[in-house]
């Protein structure tokens, strides 16, 4: 059995036609959307909503720490709007379109923190299946996939945002992870809380792992725990106890699947 596994398209639609090729089957473990591109700044939804000038301004201001200036610049943005809401829904739409229609091997998708899962079951399709805190049979293996990210501690969401990340809270994503029981492959979006496996070594900070997911682990020692998220990880892989911990890559990028054979 072959199964080709990514994370991180962030829009790579023409990447992720080619992802499953030669594969039994395509795993997608999230971040489908391409929101902020900082590699282009006319790219992405902020791109296209307020010009590469106004995304430069807003890379700008997030390095630089000032939350305060950001969410004024970001206010700014939105408000210059007439239906935000409406405008981030058709840019998101359209994305989903191409990036499902782009999909020909038989894929398991769970969502990240970059996406709106709640729009998914208008794209999938009978090819794709959505699964969060669920568990399915792939080549006679048991894949267990938990979405979405976590919610910093103490932070609670905006009131009628534009848009909104899949961010959980921490009971959230643990009854998740508990739902999902033993299996053999564990599929998330995040990693499990290591800090090898959180830090972003070009970013340099640590992105939000999760301690559930490491408690999975710790107690059912699946073959393989499979996450993206941290596009450029300290390290790529680790072994917790008897388990192979791999962050698949960042597919926008590299273009290149992680291959699970077996």
Not at 5 to 23: I, T
Not at 82 to 88: D, I, K, L, Q, S
Not at 111 to 130: A, H, I, K, Q, Y
Not at 231 to 247: D, V
């Amino acid at each position: 059995m072959r199964v080709h596994v990514v994370s991180d398209v962030h829009g790579n639609a023409e990447g992720l036609a080619r992802a499953g090729e030669g594969a039994d089957a395509l795993v997608v473990l999230g971040d489908l959307i391409d929101f902020v591109d900082y590699s282009d700044y006319s790219g992405g939804i902020l791109g296209r909503l307020f010009g590469a000038d106004n995304v430069a301004t807003f890379a700008k201001l997030r390095s630089s720490g000032d939350r305060n200036a950001l969410a004024a610049f970001s206010q700014s943005l939105w408000g210059s709007l007439t239906e935000p809401h409406a405008a981030v829904d058709e840019a998101i739409r359209e994305q989903y379109a191409e990036l499902f229609g782009a999909l020909s091997a038989p894929t398991y998708a769970t969502p990240g923190n970059v996406d709106s899962p709640e729009l998914w079951r208008e794209f999938t399709g009978e090819t794709v299946g959505m699964l969060d805190g669920e568990v399915t049979k792939i080549g006679g293996l048991r894949f267990g996939f938990v979405g979405g990210g976590l919610r910093p501690a103490g932070a609670w969401p905006r009131a009628n945002p534009a848009w909104r990340p899949y961010l959980r809270s921490a009971a959230d994503f643990e009854a998740a992870v508990d739902a999902v029981g033993e299996v053999d492959v564990l599929c998330s979006h995040i990693p499990p809380d290591v800090a090898d496996l959180t830090y972003d070594v070009v970013a340099r900070n640590a992105e939000c792992g999760s301690t559930a997911l490491r408690g999975h682990i710790e107690r059912f020692a699946p073959r393989w725990s499979l996450f993206g998220h941290v596009h450029q990880p300290l390290a790529h892989r680790m072994r917790i106890g008897m388990t192979e911990c791999r962050n698949v890559g960042y597919f926008k990028r590299h273009e290149t699947p992680y291959v699970l054979r077996w």
